[in-house]
């Protein structure tokens, strides 16, 4: 397993990191990811230890709560081992504390979610989504006073816009409160508005990121394809409307390069997927899922090999879309070009 440092931090984390959404899987979304037990999760984790994966995300409102205890009881024993990560501010409840970034939330939650993982800290701690109405010198010095406790040890954010997270960047460097490390971002070859914005502001800010859904939504795994109905048992009848959108035609282009570099490389479609994206600029891990022991091996076979630069380019190619204004002079016209090269 390859190791890179996360963002411009001192903390080392493998390329593949393991996402514990399916573990405790209750309610429509949740429930469709995947019902993962105790005994199933300790399975998976031993898997992913023995291949060098020591990264495990979950979130506080991932089954409410479900999520982490359960990775909690299958960690038992072994916490040093392993780098716990996990989110808040999504709401926990329908009290109006339940939700958002303020100081009572995320002392409160992150109280609850050690509880719930069974540890005393936290290893690397995301703020879910950006909270508007919470001063944002408000969360970072009450992120400070949780580091200070020795509570949290990296923090970072999901889910923020680019300006949202510059500001909260230069607040922090001004005051002296910890900076946000990681970004956790969904990025894939069906979805790279990542790239637009928040990639080139982790270049240039040292922001790590980790990427969720690195297989659209489920749309990667070589089981959707250009007229055929989606297959049974894809969890894509239960979940595609949570999910972020997707324009079939042009996944289905995607899909037909990937099914020919299958045939090139030997490999599956959902390992080249993710290969891509390692291959990609400030990726510090790509966050793979599984419900069961068979997807898991599959997917950690992304790593090891690489994808040439041709493959890369034909990926490349086939995944562009129009950036957005004020994004797309820069890389339509010579003259914006000549001025400030996007860094992609």
């Known amino acids: 397993m390859e190791y890179r440092r996360l963002g411009s931090s001192g903390l080392k984390v493998p390329a593949l990191s393991f996402g514990a959404g399916t573990f405790g899987g209750k309610g429509p979304l949740f429930g469709a990811w995947g019902t993962t037990d105790d005994a199933e999760a300790r399975r998976l984790i031993d898997i992913c230890l023995e291949a060098g994966v020591n990264l495990f995300d979950t979130a506080d409102v991932y089954s409410d709560g479900a999520s982490e205890e359960v990775l909690g009881a299958a960690i038992k024993g ?22 958002g970034s303020s100081r009572s939330r995320l002392i409160d939650g992150v109280d609850a ?32 006073v949780l580091v200070r406790a020795g ?44 790239e637009w914005e928040l990639m080139p502001l982790g270049l240039d800010q040292g922001v790590g990121a980790l990427v969720w859904s690195p297989l659209g939504w489920g749309r990667l795994t070589g089981k959707i394809r250009r007229g055929e ?7 894509l009848h239960d979940t595609a409307a949570f999910g972020p959108p997707v324009d079939d035609e042009k996944l289905y282009d995607i899909v037909e390069v990937l099914d020919a570099l299958a045939e090139e490389t030997g490999r599956t479609v959902p390992q080249i997927a ?12 790509v966050i793979i899922g599984a419900r069961n022991e068979n997807q898991l091996r ?11 630069a041709d493959q ?33």
């Open 229 to 235: 109905p989606w297959p049974e048992g894809s969890r």
């Open 113 to 144: 979610a050690l509880k719930r993982l069974g540890t005393d800290y936290i290893d690397l701690m995301q703020l879910h989504a950006f909270d508007a109405g919470t001063p944002i010198e408000e969360v970072l010095s009450t992120l400070d």
């Open 298 to 308: 599959q997917n950690l076979g992304a790593v090891g090999w690489s994808l040439t």
């Open 312 to 344: 890369m380019a034909r990926l490349d190619e086939v995944s562009a879309s129009t950036a957005p204004y004020p994004h797309f002079p820069y890389y339509r016209q010579e003259g914006f070009a000549r001025i400030n090269s996007p860094p992609v």
């Open 274 to 285: 993710i290969n891509w994206l390692l291959q990609r600029p400030t990726v510090s891990s």
């Open 78 to 99: 072994r916490r040093a081992k392993v780098i716990l990560s996990t989110k808040m501010s999504l709401p926990m409840g329908d009290g109006p504390n339940d939700a």
């Open 151 to 194: 509570k949290l040890r990296y923090v970072g954010v999901s889910n923020f816009s680019g300006w949202q997270l510059m500001k909260s960047l230069a607040l922090a460097e001004r005051h002296g409160y910890p900076r946000y490390v990681a970004n956790q971002v969904y990025y894939s070859l069906a979805g790279r508005d990542y």
